[in-house]
């Protein structure tokens, strides 16, 4: 060869690779800004837990609105929509990996999951089911919570369909599952549509009869900075009477009045004032340092739940966000974030302090498997648990 072809050679290969190395710079520099926008990286939760795989799911709609969930856990990671000014907010804790939220020795959380199967607190832990008494694992003061130290939060789903509106997800959770009786197989349908509503529809069916009380434990922060608490939030409660608990959070099996409470919220009052103020703060509030109660429901009556009236709602004057719940459960569990203690680092690197965020969780009523005076959780073969929230946001 030619020293003349040889130089021509090479400086073409030298140009190559320049027009390569740029072709890859410029798709890391696409993927690096895709993952440094509002919301979370989808590479960190490609991977597999507990030998199933996971992954992050995006709902999107005509108005820039986006939801990611998880199939681990069914968990809602970052719901992005605009503010009043235009401006681009995260409005729900929780982690930028996948690995944080399966972390359950050093991360433990239920932010944003599909809790099953029995949501909220279960007294001592112990169920009957045809005519037997089953004990559930222990793992919050003495009761059974959010279905054991192992319930869904910390188990992976299976992804049925997904598209840029709609994601359905399913567990098949086996007779024994935490002590639970009957093999049960529970839907979950997150459905985002182009009025900023976004609707979980859950489903399950089982082969013995077991109890099930589906709900969603996003932490809402409306102020787009989880650095900010929920104090400054307006709350609203359409509910005229919640259920008391004792020390251990566990209702005590009455339902009683809010009128001249810090329970009533039928107006608008700004969360700080109804769980820091010494003068509407009783012994209920001080007990968690907070709200961690269920209200009954005015928008329940004679066995079904009006989803055409609103439940409950927050907003937040700093960005003008307002979230109204829609259910057709009897109870709505508000919980202040009252046990986040600095412990916790989410999303951007931001530390999660006490009342960084707020959870609504729609749902039969905490121990209702105990107190048969009220709605039954119970499910038989042959019938279908249905049970409907909506989150709708809009802005003032």
């Not at 694992?137 to 992804?159: A, E, K, S």
């Not at 959070?249 to 969360?271: K, T």
């Not at 066995?303 to 409950?312: F, I």
């Amino acid at each position: 060869m030619k020293r003349h072809q040889f130089k021509l050679m090479l400086s073409g290969c030298m140009l190559f690779g320049l027009v390569l190395a740029a072709s890859c710079g410029g798709q890391q520099q696409q993927q690096q800004s895709a993952c440094q926008e509002k919301g979370v990286c989808a590479k960190a939760f490609d991977t597999t837990v507990n030998g199933k795989k996971t992954g992050l799911y995006t709902l999107k709609n005509a108005k820039g609105t986006k939801v990611q969930i998880t199939n681990f856990g069914g968990r809602i990671v970052s719901i992005v929509l605009n503010d009043k000014n235009g401006n681009p907010q995260d409005v729900v804790l929780g982690f930028d990996k996948v690995a944080k939220y399966a972390d359950k020795e050093n991360s433990p959380s239920d932010f944003g999951a599909s809790i099953g199967r029995y949501a909220n607190r279960i007294f001592h832990g112990q169920i009957t089911c045809d005519g037997q008494t089953i004990q559930l694992p222990i793992n919050n003061f003495g009761h059974c919570l959010h279905g054991g130290p192992d319930g869904w939060q910390y188990q992976v789903y299976d992804v049925v369909s997904s598209s840029d509106k709609e994601l359905v997800i399913q567990m098949d959770s086996k007779d024994g599952d935490m002590n639970f009786p009957g093999n049960l197989k529970a839907t979950v349908k997150f459905t985002l549509d182009d009025n900023n509503g976004l609707n979980i529809d859950y489903s399950a069916t089982t082969d013995k009869q077991t109890v099930i009380n589906m709900t969603n434990h996003s932490y809402f922060n409306l102020n787009g900075d989880p650095t900010k608490p929920i104090n400054n939030h307006t709350l609203y409660i359409n509910a005229d009477n919640y259920t008391p608990v004792d020390s251990s959070y566990m209702p005590i099996g009455e339902i009683a009045s809010v009128e001249g409470l810090a329970f009533d919220c039928r107006n608008e009052a700004e969360i700080g004032e109804r769980i820091t103020n010494n003068d509407a703060a009783h012994q209920q509030v001080k007990f968690g340092n907070g709200f961690d109660h269920n209200w009954v429901l005015n928008t329940y009556k004679d066995g079904k739940g009006d989803l055409n009236t609103v439940a409950a709602s927050i907003y937040s004057p700093v960005t003008g966000i307002k979230l109204d719940v829609y259910t057709n459960e009897p109870g709505i569990q508000v919980y202040s974030g009252n046990f986040l203690d600095g412990s916790a680092t989410g999303k951007g690197g931001v530390v999660y302090n006490q009342h960084a965020g707020i959870c609504l969780e729609t749902q039969k009523f905490p121990n209702s498997p105990n107190v048969k005076e009220w709605p039954s959780p119970y499910l038989n073969p042959g019938e279908t648990y249905h049970s409907v929230c909506k989150f709708q946001f809009s802005v003032k």
